[in-house]
C-alpha cells in the first residue's frame, strides 16, 4: 500500500471524527435542541451540522440494520436522538490503554514549555487514582533531549534575558553565532526547541536544543519585537511552501523510510520502485542527504540538484582514481 502524506483532508477528517463522537452524547441531553444553538455550541455552520446528522443516521453497530443505527428526530429546526447505538457509555480503558495515558501525561507534565501544566496534573492525579495499580507500574519518564541544556535554557528564557547562540544549521552545513531574544521553549515530537527572535536574520526562529552547540546568557533583557509571532507547530516544525524547490526522486525499496521521515508532496508506486517528490528547504542539504542515500535513490529532478550531485560524484571518482594504492 502506497503511503500517504499527511493533508489538509486527512486533518479534517479527523477533525470530524471527534466532532461526531461529541455530538451525539451532547444531543442525547438536549433533545429538542435548535440546530442552530448546538452548530454554534461546535462552533460550524448550520450546513455543517446537518451534513453531520445525515452521515450519523448511516452510523451504528453491526449488523447495519434498522434497529442497529442511530436515529433521530429531526423537525424542521430541532433535532431529537431516539437511538444513540451505544455512543453514550462512558469511555473503559483497558489497563494497556491506562498505562499508555498516565505515561504520556507523565511526559507532558515533564515537557519544557507546556501550558496549562496545572490542568495536565490534575488530569494525571485523576486518571492515576481510576488506573489503581496499574499506574504504579515502574515506568522512567525522560525527555530524549538534555535535560541539563533544557532546563539551563529554559531558565533564561523564564529570566527574559537575550542570548548569545553557537548554532549548526544543517541546511547549510555552517555554524553561526547569534543573538537572540528568547520567546519560549517548546517540544515538537521527541525534540525540544527554543522559540525565539534572531537578529542576524531579523525573523523568528526555531533553534533545535541538539544543535545549541554553545551559548551564553546576557545581562540585556530579551525584547522580542511587535512582529515576533510564535510558530503553529500543530502540523510540525516545517511547513514546506511553493516558493521552495521540489525534488523529484525514484525511491527504491531500502530508502523507502525517507516518506515518514520527511514531508512529502506526493507518494506513488511504479514498479518496484516509488516516485516521491518533497519540497526542501535548501539544494545542498538535499544534496547531502541523497548522496549518502547511495544507489538506492535517483534524482529526477531539478535539473540543477541532477548536475551537482553527478559533478560531486565525479570528482570524488577522480580522487580515488588519482590516489596511489597502498602496497605492504
Not at 93 to 117: F, I, Q
Request: proline share 8%; net charge negative; with cysteine.
Amino acid at each position: 500500500m502506497t503511503p500517504q502524506p499527511r493533508t489538509r483532508e486527512n486533518k479534517a477528517s479527523a477533525d470530524r471524527l471527534g466532532r461526531l463522537l461529541n455530538l451525539v452524547p451532547y444531543l442525547l441531553a438536549r433533545p429538542g435542541i435548535l440546530v442552530a444553538e448546538a452548530a454554534a455550541a461546535f462552533g460550524i455552520t448550520e450546513r455543517q451540522l446537518r451534513e453531520d446528522l445525515e452521515l450519523l443516521w448511516v452510523c451504528g453497530l453491526p449488523g447495519y440494520g434498522p434497529g442497529d443505527l442511530i436515529d433521530m428526530a429531526l423537525d424542521g429546526d430541532r433535532v431529537t436522538i431516539t437511538y444513540d447505538a451505544g455512543i453514550d457509555r462512558p469511555l473503559r480503558l483497558n489497563p494497556d490503554e491506562a498505562l499508555a495515558l498516565v505515561v504520556a501525561l507523565r511526559m507532558l507534565a515533564e515537557t519544557p514549555g507546556t501550558g496549562s501544566r496545572d490542568a495536565v496534573e490534575r488530569a494525571l492525579a485523576k486518571i492515576e487514582n481510576a488506573a489503581g495499580d496499574v499506574a504504579d507500574t515502574p515506568v522512567a519518564v525522560r525527555l530524549p533531549a538534555d535535560n541539563e541544556r533544557v532546563d539551563a535554557i529554559r531558565g533564561v528564557v523564564e529570566r527574559r534575558h537575550a542570548m548569545r547562540l553557537t548554532y549548526y544549521t544543517p541546511a547549510r552545513d555552517e555554524t553561526t553565532e547569534r543573538v537572540v531574544d528568547p520567546m519560549r521553549m517548546l517540544m515538537v515530537g521527541p525534540r525540544a526547541y527554543l522559540e525565539a527572535w534572531c537578529r542576524r536574520a531579523e525573523g523568528t526562529r526555531l533553534f533545535r536544543v541538539d544543535r545549541i552547540d554553545a551559548f551564553t546568557e546576557l545581562d540585556e533583557p530579551s525584547a522580542p519585537p511587535a512582529q515576533a509571532v510564535p510558530h503553529d507547530v500543530s502540523d510540525g516544525v516545517f511547513h514546506p511552501s511553493h516558493d521552495l524547490p521540489l525534488v523529484t526522486l525514484r525511491v527504491g525499496r531500502g530508502s523507502r523510510w525517507i516518506t515518514e521521515y520527511y514531508p512529502c508532496e506526493d507518494v506513488r508506486r511504479d514498479g518496484d520502485e516509488w516516485i516521491v517528490t518533497m519540497r526542501v528547504t535548501d539544494l545542498g542539504w538535499a544534496q547531502r542527504l541523497l548522496l549518502g542515500l547511495g544507489p538506492d535513490v535517483t534524482v529526477v529532478g531539478p535539473v540543477e540538484l541532477v548536475d551537482r550531485i553527478r559533478e560531486q560524484a565525479a570528482t570524488a571518482l577522480d580522487q580515488y582514481a588519482a590516489t596511489p594504492p597502498v602496497t605492504a
